[in-house]
């Protein structure tokens, strides 16, 4: 059981902020798959006050998990998402009726759920989308992020019933790796 404490007037931390329930989805994923990787002082963000927990302490999860677990432990944790109660923003998210729509709804609603990080999702075509993961303060974001992300955009075009939805890697070689078929 942890500790919900509110984090209503808390001030903004120096490494910007994320979603808090993003942020309680990677936390239960570890808890299921890889408790070891979780620090044993870990309170659970508040989800009910505020929407907002540190985005470093997030990313220093992802990372960690991706230097034990790989590309395949970031991307399980999408599967986590599927069993997510009701949650204004994916609520919203989950009654898109077109991918395009979907897209739209992230893109809007992804300024008020993370302060730097950001996703553009251009058309590419029928049914693909070109993805593009960066900060708006400059620099890159990691790869453990992108995976996350890459996972919950699929789950959610899968929930919206998309069919054939895939993630897809084109390095500059050019020759392609799949990440998600599903």
């Given amino acids: 059981m942890h500790r919900a404490p509110s984090t209503k007037g808390r001030p903004e931390t120096a490494d910007g902020w994320t979603s808090s329930g993003l942020t309680a989805l990677v936390i239960r994923g570890l808890e299921a798959r890889r408790p070891d990787l979780l620090p044993p002082s870990l309170v659970m963000p508040e989800?009910?006050?505020?929407a907002r927990a540190p985005a470093g302490f997030k990313t220093d999860l992802l990372v960690k998990a991706?230097?034990?677990g790989g590309a395949a432990l970031i991307l399980d944790l999408r599967e986590d998402l599927k069993r997510v109660g009701f949650d204004p923003i994916l609520h919203v998210l989950?009654?898109?009726q077109t991918p395009a729509?979907?897209?739209?709804k992230w893109q809007r609603f992804e300024r008020?759920?993370?302060s730097t990080n950001r996703l553009d999702l251009t058309p590419d075509g029928p049914g693909a989308f070109e993805t593009?993961?960066?900060k708006n303060t400059g620099g890159d974001t990691h790869p453990a992020e992108d995976l996350?992300?890459?996972g919950v955009i699929t789950t959610l075009l899968e929930q919206i019933g998309a069919i054939g939805v895939s993630v897809k890697l084109t390095p500059e070689t050019g020759e392609q790796l799949t990440l998600i078929e599903a």
């Fill in 94 to 96: 989950r009654r898109s």
């Fill in 112 to 114: 008020y759920t993370h």
């Fill in 132 to 134: 593009r993961r960066y």
């Fill in 66 to 68: 991706y230097e034990a």
């Fill in 148 to 150: 996350l992300m890459f």
């Fill in 101 to 104: 729509v979907l897209a739209e």
């Fill in 47 to 50: 989800c009910t006050h505020t």
